[in-house]
């Protein structure tokens, strides 16, 4: 299913937010507020999802090149992002079908399959492709 996208709201997002590449921890830390911000709320538009997709690719990037040590996963991606939207282990039954299978996520002990990361990223309004391993 494609995601039809208002043209002239994105505009504004994209006037308003102004993405571009992260050079400075400054900067990063200013595209951070903004996704809390976005995840935050309960309902994005689509035009919001593009945009909060866009900003945690570029912070994504920005901390993969200064921040090599803290080198993130899928897994610790879903709990990050669980966090800040206050997603709870229940929430994620419907994502990997028992309590037993996040228990197995969550401890790092089983991965996180293509049908389950297509779900996340659903569930917590982001690009499935944050929970695939690179």
Do not use: C, W
Not at 18 to 33: C, V, Y
Not at 42 to 58: A, D, F, G, M
Not at 67 to 73: A, E, I, R
Not at 78 to 91: S, V, Y
């Amino acid at each position: 299913m494609t995601i039809t996208i208002n043209s002239e709201m994105y505009s504004q997002l994209l006037s308003k937010y102004q993405p571009r590449i992260i050079k400075t921890e400054a900067e990063n830390e200013e595209f951070l507020k903004v996704v809390e911000e976005l995840l935050a709320r309960q309902n994005l538009t689509p035009e919001e999802s593009t945009i909060l997709e866009l900003l945690v690719k570029l912070i994504e990037d920005f901390e993969d090149k200064h921040y090599q040590l803290n080198y993130s996963t899928p897994r610790s991606r879903m709990i990050h992002l669980m966090e800040a939207q206050n997603i709870t282990k229940d929430n994620l039954l419907e994502v990997f079908g028992s309590s037993d299978m996040v228990d197995k996520v969550i401890n790092g002990e089983l991965e996180i399959g293509l049908p389950e990361a297509l779900a996340l990223g659903k569930l917590l309004h982001v690009d499935s492709s944050l929970f695939f391993y690179d």
